[in-house]
């Protein structure tokens, strides 16, 4: 037996912001929602269960204490990285620098609640 990754849960202070800058970034829909505020979203009309992962938008108001140990990475599907680069920072994505030497094939990037995740060069199929 094996297990799989089924859902990410990510603590939010504005759980709909953030569902809405993912659900941009991946292509994801609203799949659920629950009594405590958060939100689920994943690929449409596929939603928990399927191929890819979901995200759950957790509400939380802890502050983030330092860095997250776990990121996110993404891979353009249907252009090249710098014009996918160009897209994620007009939906609210930020430059940020974690120490890189300008010479990775990746960009560092958070989203709008300082989340970081990196947008790698390589084109991969959409799902």
């Not at 897209?87 to 609210?92: I, K, N, S, V, Y």
């Not at 958070?110 to 989340?115: K, L, Q, V």
Request: charged content about 25%.
């Amino acid at each position: 037996m094996a297990c799989r990754i089924s859902e990410l849960v990510i603590d939010a202070a504005d759980p709909e912001g953030l569902a809405a800058f993912w659900c941009e970034v991946l292509g994801y829909v609203e799949v659920g929602r629950e009594d405590d505020g958060s939100i689920e979203i994943g690929p449409p009309g596929v939603g928990f269960g399927g191929p890819q992962p979901t995200l759950v938008l957790s509400p939380s108001t802890d502050p983030r204490p330092a860095k997250l140990r776990l990121h996110l990475d993404v891979n353009p599907t249907d252009r090249g990285q710098e014009a996918e680069l160009e897209r994620l920072l007009a939906l609210g994505a930020r430059p940020v620098d974690v120490g890189q030497t300008g010479e990775e094939s990746w960009r560092v990037l958070a989203d709008p609640e300082g989340n970081e995740f990196c947008l790698l060069r390589a084109r991969v199929a959409a799902v």
